[in-house]
């Protein structure tokens, strides 16, 4: 019994205390809409050519590309990309465009 809650506080403390764990500047944040994360997944054209390469890289989220429109796009890439900018422009699912 005793065990049990030693344990069960060990639990609680340890999930309180990776709250407070700061996430990395350029994280994407988009909680549990599922438009959201799959248009924060879709890859750039040319990441798509290098598909099973990029699988197993160390990647990175941001502004990978703009499109002809001068709207951008947001996706993990294993390349330099740039952090989305507020009243800029971005392509969202099905190729939306709409302020972020």
Known sequence: ???GIIVASLLLIVGVG????PLR???NLVGSC??????????????????DEIAVKKLI?????????GAGHCSF???AVENPKE???????CGQVSPQ
């Open 1 to 3: 019994m005793i065990s």
């Open 18 to 21: 990776i709250g407070f764990v």
């Open 25 to 27: 500047s350029g994280t």
């Open 34 to 51: 599922s438009a959201a994360m799959s248009a924060a997944c879709h890859l750039s054209a040319a990441d798509k050519e290098r598909g």
């Open 61 to 69: 989220w941001g502004v990978v590309e703009v499109q002809s429109n």
């Open 77 to 79: 890439s294993d390349e």
């Open 87 to 93: 009243g800029e422009l971005y392509a969202g699912p």
